[in-house]
C-alpha cells in the first residue's frame, strides 16, 4: 500500500493551505479531491456561455485569510481594499458608509436618522470591534487559549458586548434607527439562521470583524480561482500531490483511506489523515455515527449585467453604492421579519439580501469585449433562506426565492434589475441561483451550511484543549483541517494552518 506522511481529503483552501506547509516541512502530502478542480468554494467560473466573465461562483471576498501565512507560503494575491464599506437604499435616499470621508458619511447619517447620535455610535462600536480584532486575531494561528486568558486579553466593553451579551441586545442599546441596526446586523447573520438572543449571532459577527485586525472585506483579483492558484501552486511547488476527480469512500482511524479514481479503486495510508470536508462527511467516511445536520440558510446569486442599474437616490453614483455592500430590506425589523416567515416554512415575502460588484473594484475578471462593453457583475447573498424551505422540491422553490429576491432588490432601485441583466448569446439572462441544496450537491457542505457546522469561539472548550490546536479528533491519526474545526469558517486557511502544525508539532 503507497504511504505518504499525510493525506488530506478534500482540496479546498484550508486543505491546500495544510498541504503546502506540511510539503514545505519535508513531508509526503496527497490531497484527494472530489471535484475535477481544487479549491472547493473558493473558485472562480464561467457561467453563461459565450460570456467571457469570471465569477467567484460561491465564496467571493477575503478577510480572514492571514497575512502570517500570505507571508508564509510566498503566496503572490492581490487584495484590494475597497474604499465603499457600504450603502443601504432607504426610500428616495439612503446611508453611505464611506471610508474616505467621515464628513461625508456623517451626513449621510444625519439625513437619514435626524442627527449624528447614531454616526457616533457607529464609530465607537467599530472602535470597539477593532481593538477587540487587535487582541484575538493573531490568537487564532496559535495554540488554543483558555476562555480566561482571551478574556484577560480584551478590554471589557468588547468581551461584554460580543462575548457575553446577545449582540442584538447590544445593537438596540447603541443605535436608535432600525435601518443602521439592522446594517449592524447583517454581519451577524451571514450563513447563519438564528433569531436575536442566539449567540450563534455573535459568533457570526466576531469572524467578521477581526480578519487581519481590521474586519475589511477585500477582493481577490483574479476572483477567487486566483486564492485557489497560488495556494495550490505553493503545495505543488513544495512537493505535495494534487490528485482530481479522487473521491475518498473510506477512511480507518489507522490512517488508510480507500478511494476512487474513474473505474478503479485505490487504497492509501497516511501517517495522518487531514480531514477537509465537513464533521458529519468525517464521521461518514469513518462508518460512525455523524453528528446533527446543520443548516445553511443562504441563497447566493451571480448575475452579469450590461450596466448598472439607475438608483432611486440621485445623490449617490451607482458606482459608489455597488462598489462596497448594497444592503437590500436589511433593517433590523425587516430581518426579524424574515425570519419568522422562513421559520413558518415560509420563504420571506421581501427577502433580505446584500450586494456588492466584483468588476467595479476589479476589472480583470472581464474578457476584452465585456469591459469594452461596460459590463459590470452582481454577486448577491440572500439571508434567511434555510435549507428547509427548498426541501424536497429544489428547483420549485430555488425559483420561487430567486423572484422574491429580485422583486426585493427591485423595490429599492429606481428601474427592474431585469432591464439590466445581460443576455447570453443563446438567449438566456446571465443569472444563477445557487440553494443549500445546490451547495450541498456540488460542494459537499451539508445541508448548505457554508461553515461547515456551527461556528465556535475561539479558545478552548476546556481545560483539556488549553495548548491544542483545535482541530484534534478522539483519532490520534485524524485531524480536521476544514471549517469544522475550532476557530474555522470562512475563506482563511486557518484550519490548514493549524492542522499542519497539530502534525508538525508530534514529530
Known sequence: MESYDAVIVGGGHNGLVAAAYLARAGRSVLVLERRDEVGGAAV???????????????????????????????????????????????????LLVDTGDDGRTSASFSALTGSTKDFEA?????????????????????????????????????WDALFERPIAETLVRMFGDDTVRGVVLTDALIGTFADAGDFRQNLCLLYHVIGNETGDWDVPVGGMGAVTGALASAARTAGARLVTGAEVLSLDPDGSVRYRLGDDEFAVRGGHVLSNVAPRTLARLLGEEPPESPEGAQLKVNMVLSRLPRLRDASVDPREAFGGT???????????????????????????CEIYCHSLTDPSILGPAERAAGVQTLTLFGLHMPARLFEGRNDAAREEALRATLSSLDSVLAEPIEDCVLRAPDGRSCVEAKTPLDLEAELGLPAGHIFHRDLSW??????????????????????????????GGGVSGIPGHNAAMAVLSRS
Open 44 to 94: 472562480s467560473f464561467r457561467a453563461f456561455p459565450g460570456v467571457d466573465v469570471r465569477l467567484s461562483r460561491y465564496s467571493y471576498l477575503v478577510s480572514l485569510l492571514p497575512r502570517k501565512i500570505i507571508a508564509d507560503l510566498g503566496l503572490t494575491l492581490d487584495l484590494r481594499r475597497r474604499r465603499m464599506s457600504s450603502y443601504t437604499p432607504v426610500g428616495d435616499g439612503g
Open 122 to 158: 457607529w464609530r465607537r462600536f467599530y472602535a470597539m470591534t477593532s481593538r477587540v480584532a487587535e487582541a484575538t486575531f493573531s490568537t487564532l494561528t496559535e495554540p488554543l487559549v483558555s476562555r480566561a486568558e482571551l478574556r484577560s486579553r480584551i478590554e471589557p466593553e468588547g
Open 326 to 352: 448594497f444592503h437590500v430590506n436589511e433593517g433590523y425589523g425587516q430581518l426579524a421579519t424574515a425570519y419568522a416567515e422562513a421559520a413558518a416554512g415560509e420563504i420571506p415575502s421581501l427577502p433580505p
Open 458 to 487: 475561539p479558545y478552548a472548550a476546556d481545560a483539556a484543549q488549553v495548548g491544542r490546536w483545535g482541530v484534534e479528533t478522539e483519532h490520534e491519526r485524524v485531524l480536521l483541517c476544514g471549517a469544522g474545526a475550532v476557530r
